[in-house]
């Protein structure tokens, strides 16, 4: 049987805990059903983005793998350009990499928190962008020291993959307006939110709006619902305020979480209808319909992150979403 036509809008979330065994047949169905994108973590205690995207690359044959996001605080950028840059000329086209803040407490727990985590991904990403074009860069920053760097032109990728940025926050969205080629929003990405978020962007080139959204598509759209609920249960915590308080129940969405015991609870008692617009999951018409909403709001690549048991398997059921 003829595989779909790829839609390079939509792509899938790796979950961080796949078994292993299982990362790379996900990788190949994924591709085989249409998803124009795979996107891989790193995740603290879990496992390193250039080593599985490179795992997922060498195992396909055309679908685009994005890491979302490498920690500017955990690798000295030339060293981070030698790799990134492996990766892209090995597979030409298909590489997408996302550098970032990482999570504060993570971040601190292995004594990577800068004082001022703005400067060293400005200072990052400018040295990154250097570098991969092949540039003999000279930096002295306050986190970026290069003398006279340069990647050999044996070790250039023919195409420079994007460097996104993948942050939350005014401040460091309007950074990544000003620096980047686009901007990675972990889940949820409501409308409101990509809207919001645009306008603290304010590019003044092309700039790609990557949006994470935990994913859930079924006949029935209650199924869909049930099931994409636990994806949601820590979006109550602070952290998290940035990607709520732009819609319309952002309020009684705090006061309930506060109100709740334990995330569980706060899951468990969520309406139905904010579930649906904290997540794509409904019917096949329903998150068709999300999907559109996104689109409409600016987002140019829609990542869905499958839930339940069976990640492979939810694979199947979010391709109904995919165009023809």
């Known amino acids: 049987m003829r595989s779909p036509a790829t839609d390079r809008t939509v792509g899938v979330l790796l979950p961080r805990d796949l078994p292993a065994d299982r990362i790379l047949p996900y990788a190949r169905r994924a591709e085989e059903l249409g998803f124009g994108a795979l996107w891989v973590v790193e995740d603290l205690g879990f496992r390193g983005g250039i080593a599985q995207a490179a795992a997922v690359l060498a195992s396909t044959d055309r679908i685009r793998v994005g890491i979302g ?6 690798r000295n950028v030339a060293f981070a350009a030698l790799e990134i840059a492996s990766l892209a000329q090995l597979f030409p086209g298909r590489v997408d990499v996302a550098v970032g803040h990482g999570m504060p407490a993570w971040m601190r ?5 800068p004082r001022s985590p703005l400067t060293l991904l400005r200072e990052y990403v400018d ?7 092949g540039e003999l ?12 760097v340069q990647l050999d032109p044996s070790a250039l990728p023919d195409v420079v993959p994007d460097i996104l940025a993948g942050v939350r926050g005014p401040k460091s969205l309007a950074l990544s307006g000003e620096v980047a080629d686009g901007t990675v929003l972990a889940e949820p990405v409501a409308p409101e939110y990509a809207r919001a978020a645009l306008g603290h962007i304010a590019a003044g080139r092309p700039h790609r709006l990557v949006a994470y959204n935990i994913a859930s598509v079924d006949a029935d759209p209650l199924a869909a619902l049930t099931a994409a609920r636990p994806g949601l249960e820590w979006i109550g915590e602070p952290d998290w305020h940035a990607h709520i308080a732009p819609l319309p129940f952002a309020d009684e969405l705090v006061a309930l979480r506060s109100g709740c015991a334990s995330r569980e609870e706060f899951a468990r008692r969520m309406p139905d209808d904010w579930i649906a617009r904290l997540a794509v999951a409904g019917s096949p018409e329903e998150a068709r319909a999300r999907l559109d909403g996104l689109r409409t709001a600016g987002v140019t690549d829609i990542v869905l992150a499958p839930v339940g048991p069976d990640p492979v398997g939810a694979l199947e059921s979010l391709a109904t979403v995919l165009g023809a």
């Open 69 to 74: 996001l490498l920690p500017a605080g955990a």
């Open 109 to 113: 727990s292995v004594g990577q928190w």
């Open 127 to 133: 040295a990154l962008r250097a570098l991969l074009r």
């Open 137 to 148: 860069t000279q930096r002295r920053g306050q986190y970026v020291h290069l003398d006279g």
